[in-house]
């Protein structure tokens, strides 16, 4: 499963929740995109996930399920990346959530296509971060700690910078960056143009690119191109 995500330095991720029509779907999916990722932190069901991934199976990309509901687990996915929030409140939404899901699901679960994502949330006024309860308030090192506690004592494959709905702080990401060894580090949140995409992916391995795909679809397009080129 590593072999698949090592190479990505872009994703779309769409939301069950949200409207988009075949057009839009068509730009996105051929957009030239490393990956899509299905996922959000509200409004996500059983069945919007089935509609929009049987959409996106028209289409070669490779397709992943950020999985946030234990109700909305769907065959047929890529991969399933399962979100761990270290810095929550409540450890349900680090491994509780988890610990039902293991149980629910037992010897039907793919193992080898899970992966397993360090969430560190830092947008205090994110749905995410109302969600989880998380202690967004982190300096630099304070993140970068959280991200070796993934990294190096809990061998993360993944550690995910969630700003999700605003531009974060690049010296924070950059900082993250810098203490990793083994994860790869995606960055989300507020990417919305050319600009942004190029700022954050100096400094982190794979930029998620996720509101901007409903608000302005134009400028969501040429952040992979201005990745990429
Ligand atoms: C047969 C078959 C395929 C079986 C499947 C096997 C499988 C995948 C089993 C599951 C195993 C497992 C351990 C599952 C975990 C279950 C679970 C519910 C875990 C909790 C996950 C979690 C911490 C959720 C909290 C929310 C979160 C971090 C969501 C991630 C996505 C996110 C932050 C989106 C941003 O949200 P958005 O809506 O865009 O927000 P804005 O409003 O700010 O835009
Ligand atoms: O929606 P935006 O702000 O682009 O964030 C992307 C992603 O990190 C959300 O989980
Ligand atoms: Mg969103």
């Not at 028209?58 to 065959?75: G, N, Q």
């Not at 971060?129 to 993360?156: F, H, I, N």
């Not at 950059?174 to 600009?195: E, M």
């Amino acid at each position: 499963m590593m072999q698949m995500i090592m190479p990505w330095r872009h994703v779309f991720k769409l939301d069950p929740d949200k409207e988009i029509s075949d057009e839009a779907l068509d730009a996105v999916c051929m957009s030239g995109t490393d990956a899509v990722m299905v996922g959000g932190s509200s409004g996500v069901t059983f069945d919007n996930t089935v509609e929009l991934l049987s959409r996106i199976r028209r289409y070669e990309v490779p397709c992943v399920l950020e999985v946030s509901d234990l109700e909305a687990i769907v065959p047929g996915f890529d991969l399933y990346m399962i979100p761990m929030v270290l810095n929550a409140s409540d450890s349900a939404w680090l491994v509780g959530h988890h610990q039902r899901a293991v149980e629910e699901y037992g010897y039907m679960i793919p193992w080898e296509l899970l992966v397993p994502e360090g969430y560190i949330v830092l947008n205090a006024d994110s749905t995410v971060a109302r969600l989880t309860g998380a202690q967004t308030e982190l300096d630099a090192a304070g993140a970068a700690a959280y991200a070796q506690v993934a990294d190096k004592l809990m061998s993360l494959p993944v550690v995910y910078v969630e700003y999700s709905g605003t531009f974060g702080d690049m010296e924070t990401v950059r900082h993250i960056h810098r203490s990793l060894n083994g994860a790869k580090l995606f960055y989300g949140g507020g990417i919305k143009d050319a600009d942004s995409a190029r700022q954050a992916a100096d400094v982190c391995d794979t930029i998620v690119v996720g509101n901007a795909v409903y608000e302005d679809l134009k400028q969501a397009l040429l952040t992979v191109k201005a990745i990429k080129e």
